[in-house]
């Protein structure tokens, strides 16, 4: 019933986009496309929520003529918990969309609905499939359709070059997808995802096997060295596309990786730290990257590679305890990434959604030449914050429930003789810290410099505010903080997807319930009372503002300040973009002023990609310099061209 | 029998020689055409008791090797303005030195072969052989693009005198398709030297180097 649900909602999805092919444009407001979107979403969250029932999880067999055995899906708890962000934020963008990308406007509006239905309904296959060359197509009509939704705007230089990456580094990934299928078909004779034979861990193969998976997977999860394309990609598209792509789409990285580690009956502990290990990196330098960032949707794209991260330390950490038989780290690690996938999803769409309106208004994504957009925006602002204070940890949203269960993962190995067999795990603890510190700052930056303040440049494009558009923002908000202030309402639904990835057999003893493990009832008196606490702060601060003069900031007595001479964003990030120079190899100009009366100059400071314009192009450009040395062969003259065709002819006779 | 094809192979082997040596386009064209009308008399020749099927093939490669290709290719050269002088690459000599190593080499791999008993004594299998290699030294050494259709033409005349070994165990379906692989050439290599021709007003191959990227 469960599965049967979800895949008729992918069915709708993917149909959503036709009634755009035979219609006029619209007026911004809800449209039939996004109707069924919402309809998609309320079959496939209820199909999600069965799975969770034990009675429902039938998997769907069909037989078909395609080789590698049937169509075979199936909704478990593992599934299902990444298909309910998935049905929500796809939903919730759609509706955005419809403001956001004025039909009247934008010529390209019938293929971005097209394709933003079939996106979702490969989403929905990618996470129900359980034949691996259906998960193959699935993955392939997943990447063609995002590569189709960032390339919207092809006819801008910049959008086409990340469409292009995109599709690319897309490519890579499916390449070793292909190398993984063929070993796991070796391995198992089946493409039927099942458990690996024992013993195949420590082989050859089952490392293969792994590492092709962190490959493919982390190519589109956008760790760190493998990120590059993430960027680019994000900011290009249109924003609810973005949030749909940030929100769910890289989190297929995740639950390949969940997945295909849950085959391995026996893990070594190699894997789980380097997973930790890869993890820390993305943290730490997703987040350094954001700080240097100018384009806001740039900025929050870095802030994915940041959370992927923090969601890597938390797989790692389980598949550690999976390998030590240690079920305090399966239940916090597991469950603690597992929630920072859902909670993730919510608050970076929120976030992306917050950036859409922030374009929409202002006309760029400059965030130097935005400023004071709070007075325009009052409603997405306040959204934006919220989205802003979870990303960053904080409590009491949902951020830092998932980041707490983490925290507490991995101190548990601290002073326990018993759990000593791996004694790393404290080592993560202030990278963790870290991050959310850097985020913390980031977002201080991002909101201050987009929201506060006054106008730089020419001020708002656009200041109305429609309902449609803050709707969908301020549904997730509300999600944030019930995720935040009830943490018990998800723990129930962990529990049965930890026991999936951590692929628990029947015989051991079941693992402990997260709520039990992570002492949610006092965290979640904590958190309730210190929401109390801010809400009565907040309303007390306001009631004693309100009879209070509004004037200008004091200037020091300068009598003419101007827009201009607020901080930009370079400025308020420039002393922690100096503590990462050694990784973010900033780009300024050497030029200062030297003597009185200095001629006017230009300051332009811009943070490149480290992996991507300092080692990827540099190398690929070498390699075609290298290859036109071959292209001396092809000197057009067809006598000699058939010269090469007779050679080839003879030397082949000779070779066979 | 096997003595007069023989000799018509021979024939055939020196109309090679003819078309490497020869200075002007209009013998290299009538030398490659007596070579398609010599060519289409063999099938009558090879087989021990020529039906109808033998006759029409022998017709439709006379009449179109030795007739309609010629014909388009001396229309070819009467309609566009060029000199009508081949311009190699590689000398005459030098040319005629590679055609005569060459069809030696041709005899020689020929006796190495597992032939059937039948075809061990014939000329038939050498005689394929050095066409081909002189129509190949044709199309790499000649410059202008008409040339290269002669050398076209005689690499399919090899092809062909090949064919005849399978005469016998094979349908004409195999005939069949190498006239109608030829004439399908010989429209494509058309359209190509009206477009060379419309594009530089010339007929050398040598500008098409500049359509190189």
Redesign the interface.
């Known amino acids: 019933m469960s599965t049967s649900l979800v895949l008729a909602a992918a069915v709708l999805a993917a149909l959503s986009g036709l009634p755009s092919l035979a219609r006029r444009p619209r007026p911004a407001g809800p449209s039939p496309e996004s109707w069924l979107m919402a309809a998609a979403a309320l079959v496939g969250l209820t199909g999600a929520a069965l799975a969770f029932l034990p009675g429902q999880r039938g998997a769907v067999e069909v037989p078909w003529g395609i080789a590698g055995g049937p169509f075979l899906a199936s909704v478990d708890p593992l599934s299902a918990l990444f298909l309910g962000p998935l049905f929500v934020v796809s939903a919730a963008g759609a509706f955005f969309g419809d403001v956001y990308w004025a039909e009247s406007l934008h010529p390209s509006w019938r293929r971005l609905r097209v394709f933003y239905g079939i996106l979702t309904a490969s989403l929905v296959l990618v996470f129900a499939a359980r034949n691996l060359l259906l998960f193959l197509g699935a993955w392939e009509v997943m990447a063609l359709a995002a590569f189709f939704l960032i390339s919207t705007e092809w006819n801008d230089g910049k959008a086409r070059r990340a469409g292009l990456l995109y599709l690319v580094t897309t490519h890579v990934g499916t390449l070793c997808l292909f190398g993984l299928l063929a070993l796991i078909y070796g391995a198992t004779g089946s493409f039927v995802l099942g458990p690996l034979p024992a013993g195949l861990a420590a082989s050859g193969t089952g490392k293969a096997i792994f590492w092709l998976a962190v490959a493919a997977f982390g190519l589109k999860a956008g760790l760190m060295p493998l990120h590059f394309w993430l960027p680019g990609a994000h900011a290009a598209a249109p924003s609810h596309v973005s949030a749909l792509m940030s929100g769910v789409l890289i989190k297929t990285g995740i639950y390949g990786l969940v997945r295909i580690q849950s085959l391995f009956p026996d893990p070594p502990v190699a894997w789980g730290e380097g997973i930790l290990v890869l993890g820390v990196v993305s943290g730490v330098l997703g987040v350094a990257f954001a700080l240097g960032q100018h384009d806001l949707k740039r900025l929050l794209a870095y802030h994915s590679v940041e959370n992927i991260g923090i969601i890597a330390i938390g797989l790692g950490l389980g598949l550690v305890g999976r390998s030590t038989g240690n079920p305090a780290w399966m239940v916090l690690g597991f469950g603690g990434g597992l929630l920072h996938v859902v909670n993730h999803g919510l608050f970076k769409s929120l976030l992306f959604l917050g950036s859409g309106a922030v374009v929409r208004a202002s006309g760029t994504r400059e965030m130097d030449r935005m400023g004071g957009l709070l007075r325009v925006l009052p409603v997405s602002g306040a959204c934006f914050a919220v989205g802003a204070v979870a990303i960053s940890g904080l409590p009491p949203l949902n951020g830092f429930v998932s980041e707490w269960f983490l925290y507490l993962g991995l101190l548990d190995g601290v002073g326990k003789r018993a759990a000593s067999a791996w004694p790393w795990g404290a080592l993560a603890v202030p990278a963790l810290a870290l991050i959310g510190s850097l985020a913390l700052a980031c977002f201080v930056k991002a909101f201050g410099i987009v929201f506060l303040g006054e106008p730089r440049g020419a001020g708002p494009r656009v200041t109305d505010e429609p309902a449609w558009m803050w709707a969908p923002m301020a549904a997730l908000a509300a999600l944030c903080f019930a995720i935040g202030l009830a943490p018990m309402l998800v723990t129930p639904f962990l529990d049965p997807a930890i026991a999936v990835a951590a692929a628990a057999p029947a015989a051991r003893p079941a693992l402990p319930r997260l709520a039990a493990v992570a002492s949610l009832r006092p965290l979640s008196i904590f958190l309730v009372g210190l929401a109390v606490v801010l809400a009565s702060s907040l309303l007390a601060v306001r009631r004693l503002a309100r009879g209070a003069k509004r004037d200008g900031t004091w200037s020091c007595g300068y009598a003419a300040p101007g827009p201009t001479m607020q901080y930009t964003s370079s400025s308020f990030a420039d002393w922690t973009v100096g503590l990462f120079r050694w990784a973010l190899l900033p780009v300024t100009p050497a030029n200062r002023l030297e003597r009185p009366f200095a001629k006017p100059f230009r300051f332009a400071s811009h943070v490149d990609d480290a992996v991507l314009h300092r080692l990827l192009i540099p190398v690929f450009r070498a390699g075609a310099e290298l290859a036109a040395l071959g292209r001396r062969v092809q000197h057009g003259q067809i006598q000699l061209y058939l010269f090469y065709v007779a050679l080839t002819i003879v030397v082949l006779l000779f070779q066979v | 029998m096997t003595q007069s094809a023989d000799l018509i192979l021979v024939l055939i082997i020196l109309s090679n020689f003819v078309i490497l040596g020869s200075r002007e386009l209009r013998v290299c064209i009538r030398t490659a055409a007596v070579q398609g009308a010599l060519l289409s008399v063999l099938p009558l020749l090879v087989h021990r008791e020529p039906g109808s099927r033998a006759i029409l093939m022998a017709l439709g490669a006379a009449v179109v090797k030795g007739l309609v290709v010629p014909g388009f290719l001396f229309q070819a050269i009467r309609h566009v303005k060029i000199r009508h002088e081949v311009e190699p ?1 590689v000398g005459f000599v030098p040319s005629l030195f590679l055609c005569a190593v060459g069809s030696g080499l041709a005899l020689l791999f020929a006796g190495s072969l597992p032939l059937a008993p039948e075809h061990a004594g014939s000329l038939l299998v050498p005689a394929s052989l050095a066409t081909m290699l002189s129509g ?1 030294l044709v ?5 202008k693009a008409i040339t ?1 259709v002669v050398g076209y033409l005689m690499l399919e005349n090899g092809i062909f005198i090949f064919g005849l070994l399978l005469i016998e165990a094979m349908p004409f379906l195999v005939e069949a398709g190498v006239l109608l692989d030829l004439f399908a050439g010989i429209f494509i290599m058309g359209i190509v030297l009206n477009h060379i021709q419309s594009e530089f007003s010339s007929l050398d ?2 500008y ?6």
């Open positions: 690459y190949f199309l790499t050494t000649r410059r290269q191959t040598h098409l180097s500049d359509l190189k990227d």
